[in-house]
């Protein structure tokens, strides 16, 4: 798959599509990894495994955007910061 999308303005290669399910609200997310990072979902690591409890490791959109951590944060953008 040889496809490029747009991510905050700059073209972005997409590596390839994933299906993830969500640890908090278990709902299915169609997810893409590109050479910039993940899109669709966030899986923990150093920054994201701050607002995830710790049997969670994969986070769809918008239970993360939901989280009060993830809010407190970052209280003007309700949405990835990429
Ligand atoms: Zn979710």
Redesign the pocket.
């Known amino acids: 798959m040889a496809k490029n999308i747009l991510v905050d303005g700059k073209m972005r290669k997409v590596i390839k599509e994933v299906k993830e399910s969500?640890?908090?609200?278990?709902?299915e997310?169609i997810g893409l990894i590109t050479d910039y990072g993940n899109k669709g979902y966030y899986r923990r690591n150093a920054m994201w495994g701050e607002f995830m409890s710790p049997d969670e490791n994969v986070?769809?959109?918008?239970?993360?955007h939901n989280d009060p951590r993830y809010k407190q944060q970052f209280p003007f953008a309700n949405r990835r910061l990429w």
């Open positions: 969500c640890d908090r609200c278990h709902k997310v986070l769809c959109d918008e239970c993360m």
